[in-house]
Nanobody, 127 residues
Framework: QVQLVESGGGLVQAGGSLRLSCAAS????????MAWFRQAPGKEREFAAW????????SYSDSVNGRFAISRDNAKNTVYLQMNSLKPEDTAVYYC????????????????????WGQGTQVTVSS
């Protein structure tokens, strides 16, 4: 099972940018579809972005589409989330997640579809 470690979170002003990284252990990273979720205080964990194992197919939630970009480098066992035009409502703990199983597009936003999770990194956007 792959192990995931996020980094890159921090405090940023509204309108600013951050890039999150998620480093994966193991030799089979290129077989995993990867995703980013986020959880704000008092709220449920929500889907933000997903990328196919090859890195050629991304998918985004409506709330981040057009502002965030997910990418991966399979040679470095790392997935990234470039976050631009940040808003205070983007404040949350951001988690990366992994799964080798393709269950269909309906399951991509569901946290239960993923087999491995990182510990999370805090992103705080000030107004």
């Amino acid at each position: 099972q792959v192990q995931l470690v996020e980094s890159g979170g921090g405090l940023v002003q509204a309108g600013g940018s951050l890039r999150l990284s998620c480093a994966a252990s193991g030799r089979s990273f290129s077989r995993y579809n990867m995703a980013w979720f986020r959880q704000a205080p008092g709220k449920e964990r929500e889907f933000a972005a997903w990328i196919s194992s090859s890195g050629t197919i991304p998918s985004y939630s409506d709330s981040v589409n057009g502002r965030f970009a997910i990418s991966r480098d399979n040679a470095k066992n790392t997935v990234y989330l470039q976050m631009n035009s940040l808003k205070p409502e983007d404040t949350a703990v951001y988690y990366c997640a992994a799964t080798q199983t393709w269950r269909g597009w309906a399951y991509v936003p569901q946290s239960g579809s993923y087999d491995a999770w990182g510990q999370g990194t805090q992103v705080t956007v000030s107004s």
